[in-house]
């Protein structure tokens, strides 16, 4: 049942071992994006090829963007800095990404199958995400008001 005051996850305030289970937390949900800015950083005439694969233009300019927002929202969520902030622009880029790249609408037999469930995953992340946001809110509102 749904609840007004739901429990907040525990940051470790008082205790440090669910601090640092909840950053692992972070580390395995912001894994992906991670890993898919340094591969482009390291190789940039492919993450071009990628924006050129999915008809978007103009290519070196957004591939940029992609890395600056991958791992930019990725650290931002791992520093505490404004994790509510990342955490949004992640789940956004996400949905964007998800609605470009898993087109299973247009597919048959096993690719569609493949795209449907890459679809589908990748909305599980956005929600992730966005459920950090929550939290991230939830708890600098407390933190104000004392």
Request: net charge positive; charged share 15%; hydrophobic share 55%.
């Amino acid at each position: 049942m749904y609840s007004k005051s739901a429990p907040a996850i525990p940051t470790g305030r008082a205790d440090r071992r669910p601090a640092i289970a909840y950053w692992c937390f972070l580390l395995l949900l912001c894994s992906a994006y991670l890993q898919g800015g340094i591969e482009k950083a390291l190789d940039f005439p492919a993450a071009v090829a990628e924006m050129h694969h999915f008809g978007l233009s103009p290519a070196a300019p957004l591939a940029f963007l992609t890395i600056l927002g991958e791992l930019g929202g990725a650290l931002l969520i791992l520093c505490g800095f404004r994790r509510w902030l990342g955490a949004a622009y992640l789940a956004l880029f996400t949905l964007a990404a998800n609605l470009l790249a898993n087109r299973f609408w247009e597919l048959a037999g096993a690719a569609r199958t493949m795209s449907e469930n890459g679809f589908f995953e990748h909305l599980g992340l956005a929600g992730a995400f966005m459920i950090v946001a929550y939290i991230d809110v939830r708890e600098r509102k407390a933190a104000a008001r004392g």
